[in-house]
């Protein structure tokens, strides 16, 4: 064989994953995310990890949805957040993403039993025009939240219920739903702030004289 046609035959470079060397792991939200706008995603990541880690925390998502970067302008930056950085950032062992919901599937009733029925029936929602599709809202994005930790292990940010759920409020509405979500079984609603916390034992860093400081504060 001459050396034209073992040229021809070469396997091309395996090309290294752009997440070696970063404290993420990969997750399904990336899995038609490539190129630039990946490197985006993590690059972004990766600023919340260090902003938390040099700061201890994070205030609130609104200041990193403000600073975030997106890959263009068509794309709305908290959608990007709530979908991409927030979900790569939150693989990262040492930082804890406190504003989303979580689910505990061994106590949390199956979506659409009888048990979650039960227990749906004694949230008191009241009978107004404003809450009218309260009931539909919960019920979708209880199963939302159910079918994502179940699948993934991993929390939900509000937003991506409020996206994914099939009902959809008025938005002066959610924050009154959201209470009532979270007192189903097994449901823990966000926390109060810091919307970001650096869990690991070692201590933030302090910022350097002259270094320019992240906009995550």
Not at 15 to 23: A, E, I, V
Not at 44 to 65: E, M, P, Y
Not at 150 to 165: S, V, W, Y
Request: include cysteine.
């Amino acid at each position: 064989m001459t050396e034209y046609m073992k040229a021809g035959n070469e396997l091309p470079e395996e090309q290294p994953d752009p997440l070696d060397n970063t404290p993420f792991r990969d997750i399904e939200e990336l899995r038609f995310t490539d190129g630039e706008d990946l490197r985006t995603v993590i690059e972004q990541a990766q600023k919340i990890h260090r902003t938390a880690k040099r700061n201890g925390s994070i205030s609130d998502d609104d200041s990193v949805i403000e600073s975030v970067t997106v890959p263009n302008e068509h794309i709305p930056r908290d959608s990007f957040y709530a979908y991409k950085v927030g979900a790569l950032a939150q693989t990262c062992d040492s930082l804890q993403w406190n504003s989303v919901f979580d689910i505990d599937l061994t106590t949390a009733p199956q979506p659409d039993s009888d048990a979650f029925r039960e227990a749906a029936s004694e949230l008191n929602i009241p009978d107004s025009i404003g809450l009218k599709l309260a009931p539909d809202f919960i019920r979708s994005a209880y199963r939302v939240l159910w079918d994502h930790k179940n699948d993934t292990g991993r929390p939900l940010h509000p937003h991506r219920l409020k996206a994914d759920a099939e009902a959809v409020l008025k938005p002066r509405a959610y924050p009154r739903v959201f209470d009532y979500l979270g007192q189903l079984p097994g449901v823990t609603e966000p926390t109060e702030p810091p919307a970001w916390e650096y869990v690991n034992d070692e201590q933030p860093a302090p910022t350097e004289a002259g270094e320019e400081a992240e906009s995550h504060v």
